[in-house]
């Protein structure tokens, strides 16, 4: 009986220590996680400053990101409004275009067709063109029925488009179908460039706040040098001088992306009646889309994580020089 109590007492032993360690482990870190946010309070035009440049820094990928989002939600409504224009071959009667027209409107990847009789085509040639006079010399129309197809909303991107453009250009009677396509390779190409630009972007300004976190914290080690030559000679730990650092540099990294937060959102919202209202004289309801749940745990995220990496290159560096002597 007393055997089994041994061995009872003696398997509890170890769990009630492990529990022990883990919860001091955890009240230590508590300590120092507040103690660190107390110290920066004690300084806060200095902590201000600091966490303002970190947030200018991440304010500006950021926001770059959000314009080319919203971009993106607008190039999707301009790849709606693409037109293909089928001319038909002379020799195909008006019923026959119609009949044409009437079944590209039952197709499920056209969103609307529009007629054009030659009758039609050749009165807004007339108006446009301004050569009125001369046309009427003409013993003949010589323009030939046209059939204006929307692509539907499923067919997006320039392939499903240009595949799209084949098949009908494939169709009887059609003479030449004409899309052009020049404008959204552009538009796509320019985003494409502007998407690498704000990654390249990011790694810079990112690295910046690296050097500025780090910069911060060699500082505050150089104030306390006396005090961390203090605890190596008592015994203490390259890990327990390192947390107060650590926490800093975390500190930092959220403050500065909480100050990004608000520098985005508050640019988005200054320009967002001036858009709203140009898309209005455009006939768009567009407007502009502010940081979402993603980018913005994103942006918390990369703050917090520049500013531990910063803080850890700038205690691992200069920590190893201290040494009681």
């Known amino acids: 009986m007393s055997r089994a109590a041994n061995k009872n007492e003696g398997g509890r032993t170890p769990r009630c220590g492990l529990g022990h360690r883990l919860n001091v482990y955890l009240l230590r870190h508590l300590q120092v996680f507040f103690y660190t946010l107390g110290q920066l309070w004690r300084t806060p035009l200095a902590t201000l400053m600091t966490a303002a ?19 993106q939600r607008l190039s999707q ?22 009949d044409m027209a009437g079944r590209l409107r039952a197709r ?6 529009e007629f054009i009789s030659k009758d039609e ?65 552009r538009l796509y190409a320019i985003m494409d460039i502007v998407r690498r630009g704000v990654s390249v972007l990011g790694l810079l300004l990112g690295l910046a706040v690296i050097l500025v976190v780090g910069n911060t914290i060699r500082l505050a080690i150089q104030n306390r040098r006396d005090e961390i030559v203090i605890i ?8 327990f001088i390192r947390r107060p650092f650590l926490y800093t540099g975390f500190w930092y990294g959220l403050f500065g992306s909480l100050i990004a937060y608000f520098l985005v959102s508050g640019s988005l919202m200054v320009l967002g009646e001036p858009v709203q209202r140009l898309a209005g004289l455009y006939g768009s309801h567009f407007h502009l889309h502010s940081l979402d749940g993603g ?11 520049l500013g531990l990496l910063g803080s850890w290159v700038a205690v691992g560096r200069h920590l190893r020089s201290i040494e009681p002597t």
């Open 121 to 185: 085509a050749l009165a807004e040639f007339r108006r446009l063109s301004g050569f009125g006079e001369a046309l009427k010399a003409l013993d003949s129309n010589p323009l030939p029925s046209v059939i204006v197809v929307h692509p539907a909303r499923s067919v997006s991107g320039v392939d499903a488009t240009r595949t799209l453009l084949k098949r009908l250009r494939a169709l009887p009677g059609v003479d030449i179908a004409q899309l052009d396509m020049q404008w959204v390779k």
């Open 295 to 305: 980018v913005t745990l994103a942006l918390l995220a990369s703050g917090i994580l």
């Open 53 to 71: 440049v970190i947030g200018i820094a991440l304010a500006l990928p950021s926001g770059l990101q959000v314009l080319l989002n919203n971009a």
């Open 77 to 98: 409504g301009w790849d709606g409004a693409t037109q293909i224009s089928l001319f038909l071959q002379k020799g195909v009667s008006e019923e026959r275009a119609q």
């Open 232 to 239: 190596k000679l008592i015994g203490g730990t390259d890990a």
């Open 108 to 113: 499920d990847d056209i969103a609307s067709v």
